[in-house]
């Protein structure tokens, strides 16, 4: 009695995968700001807000080398990270 139960089987479509799943390095192209990033981690007893600029470089280098979607890096919580634009830079350093 080995016949399959398929009431009304519906095929499976894969799909993309959500925001956070994203290619492996295969080519080591980030390797180098990856283990910045992890020797930071390492001296700072792995507190990760002491190492924000090691990871900004870090996902800055896998979208560049599209092993991630580019988002803007206000949006991945790096806003107090960014140069200000050019034009709010002049205002600023105006007396």
């Given at each position: 009695?080995?016949?399959?139960?398929?009431?009304?089987?519906?095929?499976?479509?894969?799909?993309?995968p959500?925001?956070g799943?994203?290619?492996?390095?295969?080519f080591?192209?980030?390797?180098?700001?990856?283990?910045?990033?992890?020797?930071?981690?390492?001296?700072?007893?792995?507190?990760?807000?002491?190492?924000?600029?090691q990871s900004?470089?870090?996902?800055?280098?896998?979208?560049?080398?599209?092993?991630?979607?580019?988002?803007?890096?206000?949006?991945?919580?790096?806003k107090?990270?960014?140069?200000?634009?050019p034009?709010?830079?002049?205002?600023?350093?105006?007396?």
């Amino acid at each position: 009695m080995s016949t399959a139960m398929n009431f009304g089987s519906k095929t499976f479509k894969p799909r993309a995968p959500d925001k956070g799943s994203f290619p492996l390095d295969h080519f080591g192209e980030c390797k180098a700001f990856k283990e910045k990033f992890m020797k930071c981690l390492r001296e700072n007893s792995f507190d990760n807000s002491r190492c924000r600029l090691q990871s900004k470089d870090y996902l800055e280098c896998r979208m560049d080398h599209q092993l991630m979607t580019r988002e803007p890096m206000e949006k991945l919580g790096f806003k107090d990270l960014m140069d200000p634009p050019p034009s709010q830079a002049d205002k600023d350093s105006k007396p």
